[in-house]
């Protein structure tokens, strides 16, 4: 996007500089000195207009830095009236054009803000236009992979109801057979449920997720008969903060396909922590020997988009592979 906008701003510029280079020379016959003038003035218009677009109002406009970006103009606009004078009074003089007799300081600043402020507001629109386009492209990408979810959800989906009432017979079957079994039953039938019912939920509070991660690794665990080792690690200052559903189970779920679970000497290792600001998710495992694939699992490229989409320029993600070990760290700022 940032290339977009260089290339638009200096086509523009180029075209608007050919425009008054063509009327100043051909029309009103200017002398060489109004020629280099006008050269002058459209480089310092150019610096003004790129500077405002790519630099000052995108760094400060989401952060709401008012002060900051009137510091920054009004800084830049005495920047380029110093600019001007080196140029105007004592290079141009130097190269044998006229000197202004009699210079008055104050006029000399003053109409210089006067004649810059037009590239300010150029730039500041050009931020907006490229701005509402990216936002745009952002929800038209969002509303694609909704569809794309539900048509993979419609394809993939039994009847719930009818999954819940098999589920419940089998627990009711279970329950004076086996603890364990039945236990397993409902944390199967409740996992299920979370998964179907928050399919069209787009933010849940971070408790619920961190509830069904917990019935995602109970589940897990009865597949191994050494008992699964793992350590899941939880500082909340704030539960209740929300986030996308299901956005932190596909690093989870991963870590099992791909991770050693079982041995009391290799941990699964899973950290969660959060604030009213941001949300940090760190999560560590043994690679199965077996299973070193090329691959960083099946499920995170889909999350890395999900969070290109939701959380552009507010989301830090880090894998890193060894021979041995898998890592994730996610932060989130809400």
Avoid at 143 to 151: D, K, N, P, S, Y
Avoid at 243 to 257: M, R, S, V
């Amino acid at each position: 996007m940032n290339r977009k906008i260089y290339e638009v701003i200096l086509l523009i510029w180029f075209l608007s500089s050919i425009y008054l280079l063509f009327g100043a020379i051909i029309f009103n016959k200017a002398s060489s000195f109004g020629v280099a003038l006008i050269i002058q003035s459209q480089i310092i218009l150019l610096i003004i207009i790129l500077l405002t677009a790519t630099s000052i109002f995108p760094k400060n406009w989401e952060a709401k830095r008012w002060g900051l970006i009137s510091f920054q103009i009004i800084g830049l606009n005495l920047i380029c009236v110093l600019i001007r004078y080196i140029v105007e009074e004592i290079i141009f003089v130097r190269l044998g054009f006229p000197k202004s007799e009699p210079f008055n300081a104050l006029f000399f600043v003053y109409d210089n803000f006067y004649y810059s402020l037009p590239g300010f507001f150029i730039g500041f629109i050009t931020f907006l236009v490229f701005k509402t386009i990216a936002v745009e492209k952002r929800n038209s990408e969002l509303r694609q992979a909704v569809q794309e979810a539900e048509l993979n959800l419609l394809k993939s989906q039994i009847n719930p109801h009818f999954l819940y009432n098999v589920l419940n017979y089998m627990y009711a079957v279970s329950l004076p057979l086996s603890e364990r079994l039945s236990g397993t039953v409902a944390k199967l039938a409740g996992t299920m449920r979370y998964t179907l019912t928050k399919s069209d939920v787009q933010m849940v509070p971070l408790r619920e997720e961190i509830e069904f991660i917990q019935d995602y690794i109970d589940l897990q665990s009865t597949q191994f008969d050494k008992g699964l080792h793992y350590c899941l690690h939880k500082e909340l200052e704030d539960d209740s903060v929300m986030l996308p559903t299901l956005i932190l189970i596909a690093f989870i779920e991963n870590a099992f396909k791909h991770g050693v679970v079982d041995d009391p000497a290799l941990p699964l290792i899973i950290a969660v922590r959060s604030t009213d600001k941001d949300l940090t998710l760190e999560v560590e495992n043994h690679i199965q020997p077996k299973r070193k694939d090329p691959g960083n699992g099946i499920g995170l490229v889909n999350v890395k988009r999900r969070l290109e989409i939701l959380y552009p320029d507010k989301h830090v993600l880090r894998t890193v592979r060894t021979d041995e070990r898998f890592s994730v760290y996610l932060q989130l700022s809400l």
